[in-house]
């Protein structure tokens, strides 16, 4: 009986070794490949005074700071007033590309408006979210 418990005690802690160490091992990969980036842009494009039913189309140029290319998994305006088109090639660092995103003011409130578009990429944070501004008159 003593013999089972010790043989089981030994391969119990062989495996709980062997766990914790694929772990560690794991987690020093992880932060080995990361391939986060930075990336600038101007956050807010200000429309101006439009009369309902226009459409609104801002640009928003977006720089690669970082060293490793930039790549835009998806932009998504915040209703469905609001599409954006993204860069569908990886961005270099130091290049530039540009998010046109626009705003159907046909399906707003008239008044002041902020509609907003995230940017989803191999960034930290992984999310940059942009604002479309504008005031729409009848």
């Given at each position: 009986?003593?013999?089972?418990?010790?043989?089981?005690?030994?391969?119990?802690?062989?495996?709980?070794?062997?766990d914790?160490?694929?772990?560690t091992?794991e987690?020093?990969e992880?932060v080995?490949?990361?391939?986060?980036?930075?990336?600038?842009v101007?956050?807010?494009?200000?429309a101006?005074?439009?009369?309902?039913?226009?459409?609104i189309?801002?640009t928003?140029?977006?720089?690669?700071?970082?060293?490793y290319?930039?790549?835009?998994?998806?932009v998504?305006?915040?209703c469905?007033?609001?599409v954006?088109?993204?860069?569908?090639?990886?961005?270099?660092p130091?290049?530039?590309?540009?998010?046109?995103?626009?705003?159907?003011?046909?399906?707003?409130?008239?008044?002041d408006?902020?509609?907003?578009?995230r940017?989803?990429?191999?960034?930290?944070?992984?999310?940059?979210?942009v604002?479309?501004k504008?005031?729409?008159?009848?």
């Amino acid at each position: 009986m003593k013999k089972v418990i010790f043989i089981l005690s030994g391969v119990l802690i062989l495996a709980s070794c062997n766990d914790s160490s694929s772990s560690t091992t794991e987690a020093a990969e992880n932060v080995e490949v990361g391939n986060k980036t930075t990336i600038t842009v101007n956050p807010v494009y200000e429309a101006g005074e439009v009369v309902k039913g226009e459409i609104i189309t801002g640009t928003f140029t977006v720089k690669n700071t970082g060293k490793y290319p930039l790549v835009i998994s998806e932009v998504k305006g915040s209703c469905t007033c609001t599409v954006a088109e993204k860069p569908e090639k990886p961005i270099a660092p130091g290049s530039e590309a540009t998010i046109k995103a626009e705003v159907d003011t046909e399906k707003t409130s008239t008044g002041d408006i902020s509609k907003s578009v995230r940017i989803v990429a191999n960034t930290e944070p992984s999310v940059t979210e942009v604002v479309i501004k504008a005031k729409v008159k009848n």
